[in-house]
């Protein structure tokens, strides 16, 4: 098997350059927003005080719903095994139209921030605790994936250990 922790460099001056420059940039707005921009309360701080717009909300929940595997594996599978993939699509359109008008409202009129306090509100706190327990386990079998496979592209093109790049 071949080893994978030495990719053929791709990388220049440039791209190591606008790397570096990203991270930094995150490191700047994560500074800011820690030190001089604090949020009194939960609500201010998980929901933005309720009065973010509809753009920076739906960038938000994009953004953290495409992880490095999607972007890696999507033209993968299409590329495999052709266009049947797109019926996955199918569902991508109407699952966010029947969360719009079934579920959406619920919550709004509930004024709840979680699906956990859903859970509770509805059934009871164990319920919440068993719903809570499954998405931690699920995210600990899912997160060295997200991790790894970005770490395994950034190696191809860079050069750089995967052990390297998961540091940062």
Known sequence: MEDLEEGPAMFGPEEYFVVALMMLLSLVIGVYFTFWSRQDSYSEYMLGGRKMGVFPVTMSLVASNISGIALVGNPAEVYSYG??????????????????????????????????????????????????????????????????????????????????????
């Open 83 to 168: 266009t049947l993939y797109s019926v996955v699509m199918l569902s991508d359109m109407v699952v966010p139209i029947i969360n719009i008008a079934m579920f959406l409202p619920v919550f709004y009129n509930l004024q709840l921030n979680t699906l956990y306090e859903y859970l509770e509100l509805r059934f009871n706190h164990d319920t919440r605790v068993l719903g809570s327990l499954i998405f931690t386990i699920s995210q600990i079998v899912y997160m060295p994936a997200i991790i790894y496979v970005p770490s395994l592209v950034f190696n191809q093109v860079s050069g750089l250990s995967v052990l390297v790049v998961q540091l940062f």
